[in-house]
């Protein structure tokens, strides 16, 4: 691996570990390193939540650890997660060779939704078409007036996704979806156990656009909703995450989430 690359972002792990039960996969690793061991056009969806860069307007602010960005004041404390706190050089490099790689791993026609902060939307939006992608639509996330006021300004109300598709023709046999641009589904104020973790029904809704039976790719899978919901929908499930804490988080989650 280039040593420059090691360099900007210490968190790689050369030898992902995995773990795997009924129709699904987790990684604990490096993406970068698990989806070079991809094979071609395997992946009918990618569906990401992937670290910003940003959450905040300064330098130092980027830098912070993600427990002091995002946690909200009297939250119980969780892990932090890694490829947030970077520069934005180093984060640039991280995600243009994450998007490289999950080009190649994605069959053609295949749909890409990747969550994106309104900061660092300018910057992803030019990673994602370079490496081939074609941009399709910014659908937007309404998470309900359970998140964060502004005194004397606007709610944090509203997430963006970048939909993107790759060149191609993705065959099934299903009829069409058609997914509103706004999706609501209120955030989660309490019982997490990622700090930006998603709701299952707002992944579900997402998903739906995969074709039935299809394999999902999440290179930041974080506790590993995006997998808890492709399982409830009868979808094979590829997740990867570098954080010791939310891989194990994640593989209980996978293991208990049809139990019941």
């Not at 940003?54 to 490829?83: M, V």
């Not at 005194?151 to 944090?156: A, C, D, E, P, Q």
């Not at 065959?171 to 990622?194: A, I």
């Not at 809704?205 to 999440?218: F, M, S």
């Amino acid at each position: 691996m280039d040593s420059k690359l090691c360099a900007l972002c210490p968190f790689i792990q050369t030898e992902p570990a995995s773990v795997s039960g009924n129709g699904w996969t987790a990684y604990h690793g490096d993406s970068r390193e698990v989806l070079r061991r991809l094979p071609p056009n395997s992946i009918d969806i990618l569906a990401s939540d992937p670290p910003y860069g940003t959450g905040a307007n300064s330098t130092a602010g980027r830098l912070k650890s993600t427990s002091e960005k995002y946690r909200s004041t009297g939250a119980t404390p969780l892990p932090d997660f890694d490829g947030d706190s970077l520069l934005p050089e180093a984060w640039e490099t991280m995600m243009n060779e994450v998007l490289r790689l999950s080009f190649k791993a994605l069959k053609p026609g295949a749909n890409v939704i990747l969550f994106c902060d309104w900061r660092s939307y300018p910057g992803f939006f030019k990673l994602v078409s370079s490496n081939g992608f074609i941009m399709r639509a910014v659908p937007t996330w309404d998470k309900g007036r359970g998140s964060r006021p502004m005194k004397n300004g606007f709610r944090s109300q509203s997430e963006w996704m970048i939909w993107a598709k790759k060149p191609g023709k993705l065959e099934s046999n299903t009829e069409p979806v058609y997914l509103d641009g706004v999706l609501k589904f209120s955030t989660l104020s309490n019982k997490k156990v990622h700090i930006t973790q998603k709701p299952v029904p707002l992944m579900k809704e997402l998903l739906r656009i995969a074709p039935p039976g299809g394999t999902v790719l999440d290179p930041f899978q974080g506790s590993g909703t995006t997998g808890v919901a492709a399982q409830e929908m009868g979808l094979t499930y590829i997740g990867i995450e570098s954080t010791s804490a939310y891989h194990a988080i994640a593989c209980e989650r996978l293991s208990n989430s049809l139990a019941a």
